[in-house]
């Protein structure tokens, strides 16, 4: 590989929609771009994430059944929030990779990868945390709470998958087939509570009707989870930028390497 062609993208790509996707694949535009929504997405997250939560751990009201156990989910929800958005952002790296050949995607969703799983780690965490006082055990084998135990260990299949082949190449197509299979069990976790009878409620906030929750509660949630989105934008970018750089300098040393084989052949010559 050459340093001068490392992530650099097709010059046409024979699927539809292609050649729009190609121009947000240059790395270089890529690393100009990110570095300036950088700094802002990390320092609204940061700011939202600490007025949400200061807002709702200390704030808001406590819940009339649940009392201040119902706190807890100003962390849980935003996180099983990006737990699930994610691994939808994720799915679209990997199909992005396979039918277009999108250079960064690979890079992308690799990424994605091990946050994701950190997020869902702690939506199953901050779930146990809430569960025990709610229903008096730490873990049930309820249908909402197994799928979302699904989606960690599709994310930890993931992130082991890509890095057990010696050609990244290969292990980038095995990790997204394995992405875009388990994206059926996104689904599965938003209407497990419609499907099955399940001790975990349903959903308060819908597309299709008011929310059922005290704006006094809504906001500060609300609020948090922005926050919390914006920070996960920012560290996957974060981290797709230092892999791009990780790249071009790989491949700048490989360069170096092959002239510094072919030199000494030439003055032996």
Known sequence: MDARTALAPPAKSPVPGGRNLHRFANPGRFLRLSGKVLPWFSAAGLVLTLIGLGWGLFFAPADWQQGDAVRIMYVHVPFAWLASAGYVGLALCSLASL??????????????????????????????????????????????????????FLYLGHVALVRAFDDPARGARAGAILALVGAVDLPIIKFSVNWWNTLHQPATIT?????????????????????????????ILARTRAAVMERRIRALLLAQAQREQVLPRQVGA
């Open 99 to 152: 039918v277009w050949r999108h250079p960064l995607a690979d890079l992308a969703a690799q990424e994605i990868g091990p946050v994701g799983a950190g997020a869902t780690a702690l939506c199953l965490a901050t779930g146990s945390l809430w569960g025990k006082p709610m229903w008096g055990a730490w873990w049930v084998w309820d249908a909402r709470l197994t799928s979302v135990l699904v989606l960690f």
């Open 207 to 235: 597309l299709t009707g008011a929310p059922t929750m005290y704006l006094g509660m809504l906001w500060p949630l609300f609020i948090a989870a922005l926050g919390l989105t914006l920070g996960f934008v920012a560290v």
